[in-house]
């Protein structure tokens, strides 16, 4: 290895491969290399050569002279060769691929593309496929509590799902892109590893670091997939991948972790080898034996000493291990708890023979590790509003939140008001009843809006994490909505809703609302609940323990037109038109009465100008008519504005089209009367404004009205006054230096409030949600437990797979007797089942 580092070219991407008498599929990788959509002056190829022992080296040199080939002198193993490429690359990023994989052309410049996009990436996962491109290699990198990575995936045939970029735990080494320099900060490729999990310990140790690994569909490969390890036998494969994952989980799991799986991980180690090589475990055994023998020799099968040779690997390496670890540890940024959601699912036998299955079972309680390694939360979103093809806001979020969540854990979505809508990311049902019971028993974590603990009230007293989401404080709403209920009804209606609310208050683990202004609205309300005492202040004197700011969001892609939806479309509103658009339903504490006097005044001048509004029949069946969306419908009327310049939908817009809609207006608007729902209010309607990156026009007032002015979204107006609304809807459509400005500005501030930055504390709640310090005494902890995860039953592909590898290791014999055992072992199964 060189002593000192060559210098560094920008821009330029050092691919690496290892070879080892396998100059053919080098060769053929470094065709492709060549072939790849990235500019040869930026392209480094090298290809490091383990003491092939053959003609190798001279081969692929006179094949492919843009390469320059390394001979490592000895086998260095695949870590120990990368590292060898990696002392000699000149490039910027450093890229790794099997030499028996072979790249999409845009393998390089999609990873580059990304890791440039945010320098929190360490390493690019990439996407790697069979040799024909139709069967998954590699999507996901999961790991289980005993540290043996795996695919989920792997097998299964390709398809969309796949193709959605996301944070892992590891790159696969037959293909990934890093930054040289990263890799070179966080010490390489361990090479005591030589080959297998050396890429699952460094993309391990990069997360722990801080560093996030990308998985890119983009950069693509294709794999032929353990060519190498072929030659070798499947002990030595065994024995590889027992003593190598006992070292990754030695070096990077925190000490509170390792103490709970080492023991069992080493126990298992010899369990496995011991059950995959049908060994007789109680040879020894003197109550098998009581009369003794005289048998000085057992003969074992290689593959049942793999375990406990790994283990004695382990043991003599156990001090430098230590002094890595120490090193290692010092420098941790996440802890465990952290990364668990990307283990996937850590609770996974990984292994189908009974006798290991049931001592993987006795482990994992024994030593508390289902609820230690929690991975993936269950967690059950509740909305009182229905899920349909037309959302109102509260829907929409309930169903933003679960796809937020979904990525991390197991997601259901239920509403008590119907569903009709289903998701790929997560389960959606109505729920009420036994059903809805149900539904919570099964959750570890609650999200619910509105009157969950009024139909399930047993969950006051339960050990479920309950998070209430108070971003609609609906008893301020009522005071308004209930007017038309008359003197009695209106007071219960706000008396009934601040009661519900206040049972939530005291119950609650974590609450949401939607602004800094809001939450000192709701902890005023906490503090009349006894919630504002030493337990929670003492944990965290901010409270933000108990109370997060999660505004509503808007979606983390721009919008996208995929047909007209005002212009050209409604009967009278030309392609040339100025539209103002009202971009949501019409409440009792709306204002849109000024506004129509605006706009009739404001046709005098510019007959061009139309208001439209997006809806005005609620798609909640629940939500009463309200007594503005007539008198608004009558002033139009009055005005000899309907169907000329103020235009209505009487229905509602359907939650995947509104893009249309926003995308045909010029500017976005919200009036409304300045009372007590305005000034904790958070109008959602504005942030699809934001989305589209439309000028807004706006009453004062309300924490939108602040920002609005602060940033020059658009132009705020006092509440009532045709005159300034008049003049602040004339600039924005007809001024076109003005109205442009406030459109750029609103895309500048969007990204604030997209549905990935507004969540994140919701996101980081459930990845390691917590009882309420002060509901602790009276509800005890929540005893959430990692779920077995189990993989089907054996495929013929798998029985195909086995057969190959007992005829390698005892010939037909041994496939026989193997065979006959499965056969006693399905038909007892199906007994027990019977």
């Not at 390493?123 to 289980?144: E, F, H, N, Q």
């Not at 519900?500 to 119950?507: A, D, F, G, I």
Request: some cysteine; overall charge negative; proline content about 5%.
């Amino acid at each position: 290895m060189r002593s000192a580092e060559p210098e560094i070219r920008p821009g330029v991407v050092s691919v690496v491969l290892v070879n080892y008498r396998g100059a053919d599929d080098t060769i053929t990788c470094l065709g492709h290399l060549l072939e790849m959509d990235w500019p040869a002056d930026l392209l480094e190829l090298l290809v490091v050569d383990n003491d092939s022992g053959d003609d190798s080296v001279a081969r692929i040199r006179a094949a492919v002279p843009q390469a320059t080939v390394i001979p490592a002198g000895s086998n260095t193993g695949f870590a120990g060769g990368c590292n060898l490429g990696v002392a000699h690359a000149t490039g910027e990023y450093v890229a790794f691929l099997n030499n028996d994989a072979r790249p999409d052309r845009l393998w390089v410049a999609a990873a580059v593309e990304t890791l440039r996009s945010d320098e929190r990436i360490g390493a690019i996962a990439s996407k790697v496929l069979d040799w024909d491109g139709k069967v998954v290699d590699y999507v996901d990198g999961s790991l289980t509590w005993y540290g043996m990575g795996y695919k989920r995936e792997v097998g299964r045939a390709d398809s969309a799902e796949f193709d959605v970029p996301k944070d892992v735990l590891f790159a696969t080494g037959a293909a990934t892109v890093m930054p040289t320099a990263v890799f070179r900060a966080v010490g390489g490729f361990d090479e005591r590893f030589f080959m297998f999990y050396e890429d699952v310990d460094l993309g391990w140790r990069l997360n722990l670091l801080g560093y996030r690994v990308r998985y890119e569909p983009r950069s693509l490969a294709f794999h032929k997939h353990h060519v190498t390890m072929k030659k070798f036998g499947s002990f030595r494969e065994s024995y590889l991948l027992e003593r190598n994952a006992l070292m990754s989980m030695y070096k990077n799991m925190d000490d509170e972790t390792l103490a709970k799986a080492l023991p069992g991980a080493m126990a298992l180690a010899v369990r496995r080898s011991l059950a995959r090589a049908d060994v007789d475990a109680t040879t020894l055994d003197l109550q098998r034996s009581p009369g003794g023998d005289d048998e000085g020799d057992v003969v074992l099968p290689k593959m049942a000493l793999t375990g406990v040779y790994a283990i004695d690997y382990f043991t003599d390496n156990l001090a430098s291990l230590t002094e890595t670890r120490q090193e290692l540890q010092a420098l941790r940024r996440r802890t465990d708890r952290e990364l668990f959601p990307l283990f996937r699912h850590a609770i996974e036998p990984a292994y189908g023979f009974p006798s290991y299955l049931s001592a993987h079972r006795d482990v994992v309680a024994a030593f508390g590790l289902a609820e230690h390694f929690i991975s993936r939360q269950r967690v059950l979103v509740v909305t009182g509003e229905p899920l349909l093809e037309r959302m109102a806001g509260p829907a929409i979020r309930a169903w933003e939140i679960a796809r937020a969540l979904a990525p991390e854990h197991d997601v259901r979505l239920v509403s008590t008001g119907g569903c009709q809508v289903s998701s790929d990311a997560f389960s959606t049902s109505y729920a009420s009843g036994r059903a809805l019971d149900d539904a919570c028993e099964w959750a570890d974590v609650i999200i619910f809006q509105g009157f969950l603990l009024e139909a399930a009230p047993w969950l006051k007293k339960s050990s479920k994490i309950l998070v209430a989401d108070v971003y609609d404080p609906m008893h301020l709403e009522q005071l308004e909505q209930a007017r038309d209920l008359g003197t009695g009804g209106r007071a219960l209606a706000v008396r009934e809703t601040t009661r519900v609310l206040n049972e939530q208050l005291r119950r609650a683990d974590f609450l949401l609302c939607a602004s800094d202004k809001q939450r000192d609205f709701w902890l005023g309300q906490l503090a009349g609940q006894g919630r504002i005492n030493p337990a929670l202040y003492d944990e965290d004197a901010s409270l933000d323990a108990l109370i997060a700011v999660v505004p509503f969001g808007i979606p983390d892609e721009p919008p996208v037109r995929t047909a007209s939806a005002i212009r050209g479309v409604v009967d009278g509103i030309g392609a040339d038109d100025k539209v103002i658009l009202w971009g949501g339903g019409v409440y009792n504490w709306f204002d849109p009465l000024t506004l129509l006097r605006a706009v009739h005044r404001l046709s005098v001048a510019h007959p061009d100008v139309r208001l439209y509004f997006m809806g005005l029949k609620h798609p909640n069946p629940g939500v009463p008519d309200m007594r503005m969306a007539w008198e608004t419908q009558q002033l139009a009327e009055e005005l000899g504005l309907t169907n000329k310049h103020v235009f209505f939908n009487h229905g509602w817009v359907p939650y995947a089209q509104r893009a249309n809609y926003l995308l045909d207006a010029d500017v976005g608007v919200s009036t409304h009367f300045l009372h007590i729902e305005t000034a904790f209010s958070f109008r959602t309607r504005i942030l699809d404004y934001l989305w589209a990156s439309l000028p807004i026009v706006a009453t004062d007032g309300d924490t939108f009205g602040e920002l609005i002015r602060d940033h020059g979204l658009g132009r705020v107006v006092p509440e009532r006054d045709v005159d300034a609304l008049v003049a602040a809807l004339e600039e924005m459509l007809y001024d076109e230096d003005a109205s442009a400005e406030a459109a750029e500005r609103v895309a500048e501030f969007r990204s604030r409030y997209t549905w990935s930055v507004s969540l994140q504390p919701l996101v980081e709640f459930c990845r390691f949600p917590r009882r309420a310090a002060d509901l602790a005494v009276r509800l005890g902890e929540p005893t959430p437990r990692a779920s077995v995860f189990r993989r089907q039953r054996p495929s013929i592909r798998d029985d195909v797979a086995l057969a190959k590898q007992y005829m390698s290791a005892g010939g037909a014999r041994e496939v026989v007797r193997r065979a006959a055992g499965r056969v006693r072992r399905v038909v007892g199964r199906a007994e027990d089942e019977i």
